[in-house]
């Protein structure tokens, strides 16, 4: 499956931001989606993920509460809406695609196929 993400831009803090990320393909609904976002000079971290049909959601501790991840299996789309943004949620953020939903669901080697990032900028 491949994975287009999309949505970024720079946005004041305390604003509001929705991720798209497009699949390609008719085995969407196959797959379990992931968020993760990087900083410059830090590590790929866990922002959110959702299984097959949206029933299962897990956050990250930063983000909960303030992030909603979603999917619509009919568009082969899932979404990441971020609310009260923070600086410090600035980074590029990619999606991804893995086929299980298990407790390895926040480790980004654990996921099969990537997306692009998308530039999310916070500013204070």
């Known amino acids: 499956v491949q994975l287009q993400a999309s949505g970024g831009g720079l946005v004041q803090a305390g604003g509001s931001l929705r991720l798209s990320c497009a699949a390609s393909?008719?085995?969407?609904?196959?797959?379990?989606m992931g968020w993760f976002r990087q900083a410059p000079g830090q590590e790929r971290e866990f922002v959110a993920a959702?299984?097959?049909?949206?029933?299962?959601?897990n956050y990250a501790d930063a983000v909960k509460g303030r992030f909603t991840i979603s999917r619509d299996n009919a568009k082969n789309t899932v979404y990441l809406r971020m609310n009260s943004l923070k600086p410090e949620d600035t980074a590029s953020y990619y999606c991804?695609?893995?086929?299980?939903?298990?407790?390895?669901?926040?480790?980004?080697?654990?996921?099969?196929?990537w997306g692009q990032g998308t530039l999310v900028t916070v500013s204070s």
């Open positions: 959702i299984s097959r049909r949206g029933g299962t959601t």
């Open positions: 393909g008719r085995t969407f609904g196959r797959y379990n």
């Open positions: 991804a695609a893995r086929s299980q939903y298990d407790s390895s669901m926040w480790y980004a080697g654990a996921y099969d196929y």
